[in-house]
């Protein structure tokens, strides 16, 4: 026998065991980011609100359901001929911001959110966060 041969038999068993390995890896890998897509979404924000309106101002009442942090929430109030823009109330919006009570960072149980604007009655009010309408309706 020759003594190369030997050397090559050896490197020959590695590299099979090497190419094993790397497939295995691969396989892991895709199984890995196929299960990831499995995954259920981000749950909806579900909040029982009570309103309160009167001809300056909308109060909501949080009454039970999941906290909202104070910067995800805007209050638009869309007139009721729709001639004028809607206006938007929240943290940074341009017609101003709204009075939460107790002042924290959050809309939680026991809460109440107060925008101050003229009603006229027909006027479509809505509460929102960034991914979801939490109340809308007619006043």
Known sequence: MNSNTIYE??????VGEMVLMALVIILVALFATSAFHLL?????????????????SVTFYHKGGDWVE???????????????RPKTFGHGEPDGDFVLSPDTEAFDLGSSLTVTTP?????????ATTRNVIYSEVI
């Open 70 to 84: 104070r910067d995800d929430l805007r209050v638009m109030v869309i007139p009721k001929d729709r001639t004028e």
């Open 9 to 14: 038999e050896a490197v020959s068993s590695v």
């Open 40 to 56: 259920p979404g981000d749950r909806e924000v579900a909040i029982d609100v009570l309103v309160n309106p009167t001809s300056d």
């Open 119 to 127: 009603l006229n009655g027909g006027e479509i009010v809505r509460l």
